[in-house]
Structure formats: structure tokens, C-alpha cells
T-cell receptor, first 115, second 110 residues
């Protein structure tokens, strides 16, 4: 079974530029998550989708971050404009359903450096 | 206070030794608990769930203490391949919103 796919794997941009990340979850997984992991910290949930609807975006900085999951499959996360503190690994995860007992599977992440 | 707190380590462990570390959580309404493992520059992967009665998976034992609001992970007979960061994860609601601790780094040395 193919895992969660993410691209690009690495991205370097200058502050105030825009960037977009793409995620393809495991086939059949209804729930998709975007996390931000700053070096030395644990992942922090940015947004959670159930199919193509947003379940939780309480920690998403909505003035600069946006995400969508059209057709309930692939998802994109965008940052516009980027700040230095956005330098982090952006992890996408998916699970079969919502619910505490459904394991979340993570993609390899996109490592973003903002200079 | 952070929702989930961990000693960042590193815990330097001789190969074959036993190592244990804890994680505390602040929300008494937390329902589910997990340990994830994250290798350097890799994604987190589920190591084990933590049940109220405690549970064991090979050389790994997890315990939950609801009264004191902490979970623990014990690794017996440490292998070099156990070197990783161990993330404590708490789910406080049925919607599968996970809150991660900052991780405990374990280095197993020959």
C-alpha cells in the first residue's frame, strides 16, 4: 500500500514570497491533517479535513496560511507571504476515519527554509 | 504550561540497558494516549498506544497514570536501532486531534 505522498521535499524561499505544498493521502483515507514541526519541537496541528470539509483549523494562522482539499482527496497548503518563523517541516498525515483509535500515517514532510 | 511536556534528553543509554522516561499532560479530560517514534529527519510513526491497564509490545512497555496525569515508556535490552526521538501524544476528544509533546531523544551507544 502506498503511503502518504508529499511534494516538494525541500523548498527555500525568501521572506514575503509565497509557497505551496501538496499532499496525496493514502487511498481511501477520509481524514487529512497538516502539521507544522519546528526544529526541536513536536508536530503542531494546523488544520484537519474530513473528506473536503474543515474539522479544525483553530491553530492555522489564517492571515497568511490557507489550505484546501478539493474533491476530498489531495490537499494543498499555502503560505502567503512567508515569514522567517515559518521555517519548519510541514507534515501531512491521513487516517481512515476520525476517531482516537484510527492511526495517523505521516508523509515524509516538506522542509521549508525562509531566508 | 504546555499541554504535553517531555524531558527533551538526550538519554544516553548503553546497549542492552533499560531506559525509561515520562510525559505529563495537563488536560484531565484527555482520552487516548500514544507513543510515536521519530527518526532523525524522518516522519513520526506510531510505536504503541497506551492503555489504562498498561501494555507491552516486545521490549517496550507503556504505562498510564491518570491520577498523576502522566504516561511512561520503558525500553528493555536497548538496541542501537532504538536511537530516536520518542513523542508523547495525547488525544483529548473523539475527533482524533492529537497534541504532541516536544519529544525525548534517546541515544543508544555500543
Amino acid at each position: 500500500e502506498a503511503g502518504v505522498a508529499q511534494s516538494p521535499r525541500y523548498k527555500i524561499i525568501e521572506k514575503r514570497q509565497s509557497v505551496a505544498f501538496w499532499c496525496n493521502p493514502i487511498s481511501g483515507h477520509a481524514t487529512l491533517y497538516w502539521y507544522q514541526q519546528i526544529l526541536g519541537q513536536g508536530p503542531k496541528l494546523l488544520i484537519q479535513f474530513q473528506n473536503n470539509g474543515v474539522v479544525d483549523d483553530s491553530q492555522l494562522p489564517k492571515d497568511r496560511f490557507s489550505a484546501e482539499r478539493l474533491k476530498g482527496v489531495d490537499s494543498t497548503l499555502k503560505i502567503q507571504p512567508a515569514k522567517l518563523e515559518d521555517s519548519a517541516v510541514y507534515l501531512c498525515a491521513s487516517s481512515h476515519m476520525q476517531g482516537a483509535h484510527y492511526e495517523q500515517y505521516f508523509g515524509p514532510g516538506t522542509r521549508l527554509t525562509v531566508t | 504550561r504546555k499541554e504535553v511536556e517531555q524531558d527533551p534528553g538526550p538519554f544516553n543509554v548503553p546497549e542492552g540497558a533499560t531506559v525509561a522516561f515520562n510525559c505529563t499532560y495537563s488536560n484531565s479530560a484527555s482520552q487516548s494516549f500514544f507513543w510515536y517514534r521519530q527518526d532523525c529527519r524522518k516522519e513520526p510513526k506510531l510505536l504503541m498506544s497506551v492503555y489504562s491497564s498498561g501494555n507491552e509490545d516486545g521490549r517496550f512497555t507503556a504505562q498510564l497514570n491518570r491520577a498523576s496525569q502522566y504516561i511512561s515508556l520503558l525500553i528493555r535490552d536497548s538496541k542501537l536501532s532504538d536511537s530516536a526521538t520518542y513523542l508523547c501524544v495525547v488525544n483529548k476528544a473523539a475527533g482524533n486531534k492529537l497534541t504532541f509533546g516536544g519529544g525525548t531523544r534517546v541515544l543508544v551507544k555500543p
